[in-house]
């Protein structure tokens, strides 16, 4: 029988789509430098749109540890998948990370910048990528959200985030796509929340391809709009 687990003090939502070829290695970075950081937590795994991990990778990577748990949601979507781990998040502060990015000792960096910053919002900021197309898609992005939204924020889509639970409840989040960093960022930023940017580097994914294409990028600009759209509203 698996051993009880403290309340967690830090929630790390992981969202996976179609990423069976290295989930195994995912979770066993963040375990092992989690593990090292001391502090009680938890992995909230969201497969999303895929169906379950099993027959993916091994199911004793979840079964190994009480501090893994496993969700899986029928529709694809990032805001959707973190979203659904918000809500079953039980820390004092919750993060969400691209999985296929986001290697562990970034994350507990961040996280310790979370620990001694209670009542502000953590992320990352990229200095580094592997990806020139990428690099300047987010560079415009930016832009537009700059000018749309007007949030003073340089990486919007950047990742890990890690939030303060109090803060969280005042933050409602909505967008079930790409565009649930932009609706945070901005809704913070309106609630005069501080917002602390961390850089770190990013060379690439760890395997598989990018779910960035023509299409997800017209949805992210239709998402600015929407997200001016309903707080006109």
Not at 69 to 82: D, L, N, P, T, Y
Not at 187 to 195: D, G, L, S, W
Request: aromatic share 10%; proline share 4%; charged share 25%.
């Amino acid at each position: 029988m698996l051993q009880k687990v403290a309340q967690p003090l830090f929630s790390v939502i992981l969202p996976f789509y179609a990423q069976g070829d290295h989930v195994s290695e995912v979770i066993d970075d963040f375990r092992g430098k989690l593990d090292l950081l001391g502090d009680p937590y938890e992995l909230i795994v969201v497969v999303n749109g895929v169906g379950s991990l099993s027959g993916e990778f091994d199911e004793k990577v979840l079964n190994q540890s009480p501090r893994i748990v496993e969700h899986s949601i029928k529709k694809a979507g990032w805001g959707r998948a973190v979203n659904w781990g918000i809500a079953h998040a039980n820390g004092d502060y919750i993060c969400y990370t691209n999985s296929a990015r986001t290697n562990g000792a970034e994350l507990v960096r961040l996280l310790r910048y979370a620990k001694v910053s209670h009542d502000a919002i953590v992320k990352a900021t990229r200095i580094e990528r592997g990806d020139w197309v990428r690099k300047w898609t987010s560079i415009f992005y930016n832009i537009v959200n700059r000018i749309v939204l007007k949030t003073p924020i340089w990486d919007v889509n950047a990742t890990p985030k890690i939030i303060p639970r109090n803060i969280l409840r005042t933050i409602p989040l909505h967008s079930l796509g790409d565009s649930i960093d932009a609706e945070l960022m901005f809704k913070a930023f309106k609630r005069n929340v501080p917002i602390i940017e961390i850089p770190t580097r990013q060379t690439g994914r760890k395997s598989g391809k990018s779910t960035t294409n023509f299409k997800s990028a017209v949805m992210m600009f239709y998402g600015l709009l929407k997200i001016k759209m309903e707080d006109r509203a």
